[in-house]
């Protein structure tokens, strides 16, 4: 099992950057593939972006270019570096675990990322 603790989220002005953080606290981080989802309000809960436990990487359209994923396995912490934010951005940032081979899945608690002048 594990347990997903997101940080670094809060307001920031449009053009501005973000940097989250979501910290792992339990078994095998290493061999999880490592997300990030968002929501707005009255949204569905989008995927922002991907990583897999090789460090292969993909990014929802919306993002490309702007939002850099990294992981460091042994720190197991996964970072999310967010540049020319966009009020669209707003939403709540959430760190998703997905164990391949058992299919369990485990989500953080969220932290708001809010962009606006």
């Known amino acids: 099992q594990v347990q997903l603790v997101e940080s670094g989220g809060g307001l920031v002005q449009p053009g501005g950057s973000l940097g989250l953080s979501c910290a792992a606290y339990g078994s095998q981080f290493s061999i999880y593939v490592m997300g990030w989802y968002r929501q707005a309000p009255g949204k569905q809960r989008e995927l922002v972006a991907v990583i897999s436990s090789g460090g292969s990487t993909n990014y929802a359209d919306s993002v490309k270019g702007r939002f850099t994923i990294s992981r460091d396995n042994a720190k197991n912490t996964m970072y999310l570096r967010m540049n020319s934010l966009k009020p669209e951005d707003t939403a709540v940032y959430y760190c998703?675990?997905?164990?391949?081979?058992?299919?369990?899945?485990?989500w953080g608690q969220g932290t708001q990322v809010t962009v606006s002048s």
């Open positions: 998703n675990a997905l164990n391949m081979a058992t299919r369990n899945e485990y």
